[in-house]
C-alpha cells in the first residue's frame, strides 16, 4: 500500500521576538555609551608604551597646555560637592542651577572668582569662550592646588576612596609649567600620580 504523501507546507519563522531585543540592546548601548567631551586646551600627549585604561570614578584629570592648567573630576556628585566645599572657602554662592551646570561640566579652567560668570554662559559661547586657565602661582595664588585638595576631600567623603590624579599635558609644554603642577601636588603629599601618553607600539 503506498505512503500517503504530505503535503509540503513553506516554514515561516517570526522575527518580531528576535527584533525587539536587538533594538532594545542598541537602546541601551545608546544610552549607557559616554561620549567624548572636547577638551579645553588642545594637548599633543607623548606617546608611551604601557597601557592603563582611565577609570570612570575616584579620577581626576590635571590637563595642560599654552601656559595654563584646566581641572577635572569624575563624577557629578564628587564635582558638585567640590565646587560647594570651594564655594564656603572663597565666600561665593553657587546656585543650585549653577551647581547642576557644573556637574556636568567635564573640564574647566577659569578663576573662581569668574566662575559663576562662566557657568551662566549660554552653551555656543561658553563653547568659544578662551578660557585663561586656573591659577597655578606657587608663591603666590594656586587656586588649583585648593580645587585638588577640595576634590579629594569630597571623593573621601562620597565615596571613601583616594582620589587618583593625572597630569595630561601638551609633549611640547615647557618645563615651568609642569613643574608647578607637580610642585603643587607634591605640597599636599601626593607623591604618585599617572601621566596620561599615547599608545605606541613596542620597538622590536
Not at 518580531?16 to 536587538?22: I, R, Y
Not at 577609570?55 to 590635571?62: H, K, L, V
Request: with cysteine; aromatic share 8%.
Amino acid at each position: 500500500m503506498p505512503r500517503v504523501k504530505v503535503g509540503r507546507k513553506s516554514t515561516a519563522i517570526d522575527m518580531t521576538a528576535m527584533c525587539d531585543v536587538a533594538f532594545l540592546l542598541l537602546t541601551f548601548f545608546i544610552l549607557s555609551a559616554k561620549p567624548k567631551t572636547q577638551d579645553p586646551v588642545q594637548a599633543a600627549v607623548p606617546a608611551s608604551t604601557s597601557n592603563f585604561a582611565i577609570p570612570e570614578n575616584d579620577f581626576s584629570t590635571i590637563t595642560v597646555g599654552q601656559g595654563k592648567a584646566f581641572f577635572n573630576v569624575q563624577g557629578a556628585d564628587v564635582r558638585v560637592q567640590t565646587l560647594k566645599q570651594m564655594g564656603l572657602k572663597y565666600k561665593i554662592a553657587f546656585t543650585p542651577d549653577e551647581e547642576k551646570v557644573f556637574a556636568n561640566t567635564e573640564s574647566f579652567g577659569v578663576p573662581i572668582n569668574v566662575l559663576k560668570q562662566f557657568l551662566n554662559l549660554p552653551n555656543e559661547q561658553k563653547s568659544n569662550y578662551k578660557q585663561p586657565g586656573i591659577p597655578v602661582d606657587t608663591t603666590a595664588n594656586n587656586e588649583l592646588s585648593d580645587w585638588v585638595h577640595e576634590a579629594r576631600v569630597a571623593d573621601k567623603y562620597l565615596h571613601n576612596a583616594d582620589l587618583h590624579i593625572a597630569i595630561k599635558g601638551d609633549s611640547k609644554e615647557e618645563y615651568p609649567t609642569i613643574h608647578k603642577i607637580i610642585s603643587t601636588l607634591q605640597k599636599q603629599k601626593v607623591n604618585k600620580f599617572s601621566l596620561i601618553t599615547n599608545l605606541k607600539t613596542v620597538t622590536k
